[in-house]
């Protein structure tokens, strides 16, 4: 059976993962992606710590499955070459600093002279057509200018980061989504285009009521909750016999709730009739809550108890704890690869699953300028000679990690 993207052929300026995700979630579908690194230092991801054998861990979980085209930018060859492959190309991806593509003229009015049906995909911090398009950025700082900065922490403490890469990995399906629309929308009109994706745009996508709520209450200033939610109860982390626990319950699991506490006298008290006038004398049912998961003497019988009253909670594990879960193991949620120089190493998993395509290939990143022969040679048909004249011209770069 053919891969989903088996036969598309993706030129991928990326770098780090706002950009290189997009392309690390095509390849997986089978699309071809020639990654084109920048020399001396190819992608600047394979700097990233954590690293043994001078091989990136980093860098493998956002780039196995492509081939690295490694160039010197400053070489006029390496400007024709590059164009050179755009006519034989779907998709181009980037997420360069501004101008970078411009000034060399690989930007997308110059390019789609080359290819019409090219489709095109630039993500950057702000936007391309953008009044701070001038602008460079990552992860925290789009966390910081969202709006996620200032909901996440205690409630009367400093902002907080979000401890991951999470607005990074966010913009990157995102602009998977977005190629894939694209892709449909030229099977149907044969036309290519341009995609412009702001990581501020789509991290402030994933706002909710804190967007809204303004525009129904003028008086409502959406800010960090700490632990718990300023709207709703229960619904936070509460300390448990043997750790912390997450409690997710709205008004058709409150009943709930105080029955599996054997507390029904809560549930008609006017006082907690409803979620809001809960979140309101929340002080006053911590404790509560609490109290009762202390008497049941571990965060296991307590999950138990709420799952036979069909109220959501979870432990709140650590990335390491989670990792060997069951859950994570059987649905593939955590995968182990094995890459040739870092040897077994654990990666998320694909997050879709097809029935389409209902396994995975086994892919391997690149070394760097791994591939520079190959893609010449069958994409472009260069011979031998001719590469070997841009190797010694230093128009080509490869290194053995």
């Known amino acids: 059976m053919p891969m989903m993207l088996e036969g598309i052929r993706v030129l991928d300026f990326t770098q780090y993962v706002a950009g290189s995700g997009v392309t690390r979630l095509m390849a997986e579908l089978g699309a071809e992606i020639i990654k084109v690194e920048i020399a001396p230092v190819g992608d600047p991801a394979r700097l ?24 010197d930018f400053s070489k006029p060859e390496t400007l024709d070459l590059l164009r050179e492959l755009v006519p034989h190309c779907d998709v181009v991806v980037e997420n360069f600093g501004p101008g970078v593509l411009e000034k060399r003229q690989l930007d997308y009015p110059h390019l789609r002279r080359l290819n ?85 745009d789509a991290a402030f996508h994933m706002h909710d009521l804190n967007v809204a709520g303004p525009s129904v209450d003028p008086d409502f200033k959406p800010h960090r909750m700490g632990s718990h939610h300023d709207l709703i109860f229960p619904f936070g982390v509460f300390k448990g016999p043997t750790g912390y626990l997450c409690v997710a319950a709205l008004q058709l699991q409150w009943k709930n709730l105080c029955e599996c506490m054997g507390r029904p006298d809560l549930v008609d008290d006017p006082r907690y009739d409803d979620g809001l006038k809960r979140a309101q004398h929340r002080d006053e049912l911590i404790p509560v809550v609490e109290n009762w998961m202390a008497s049941l003497g571990s965060n296991e019988a307590v999950l138990e108890a709420l799952d036979r009253h069909r109220v959501p909670a979870t432990a709140v594990m650590s990335p390491a704890e989670a990792r060997n879960h069951p859950y994570f193991k059987a649905r593939g949620t955590v995968r182990t690869v094995e890459d040739r120089l870092l040897g077994a ?41 001719r590469i070997e004249g841009l190797v010694g011209g230093g128009v080509l770069v490869s290194r053995d990690c």
């Open 116 to 200: 019409e049906r090219l489709i095109m995909l630039s993500v950057s911090a702000y936007g391309r057509e953008s009044p701070l398009s001038h602008k460079t950025g990552y992860d925290w700082i789009i966390q910081a200018f969202a709006g996620f900065m200032h909901m996440t922490g205690p409630r009367d403490g400093p902002p907080h980061p979000i401890g991951l890469a999470l607005l990074d990995v966010n913009a990157s399906v995102h602009g998977f989504a977005a190629v894939g629309m694209a892709l449909f929308h030229r099977g149907r009109t044969g036309e290519g285009q341009y995609i412009d994706l702001s990581m501020v």
């Open 48 to 71: 990233i710590p954590l690293i043994k054998n001078g091989r990136s861990a980093y860098f493998v979980q956002q780039n196995r499955g492509k081939q690295s085209l490694c160039v």
């Open 345 to 385: 190493v654990d990666i998320p998993g694909y997050p879709f699953r097809f029935s389409a395509q209902p396994s995975l290939p086994d892919l391997q990143a690149p070394l760097l300028g791994e591939h520079n022969a190959t893609v010449l040679s069958r994409v472009l048909g260069y011979a031998p000679e």
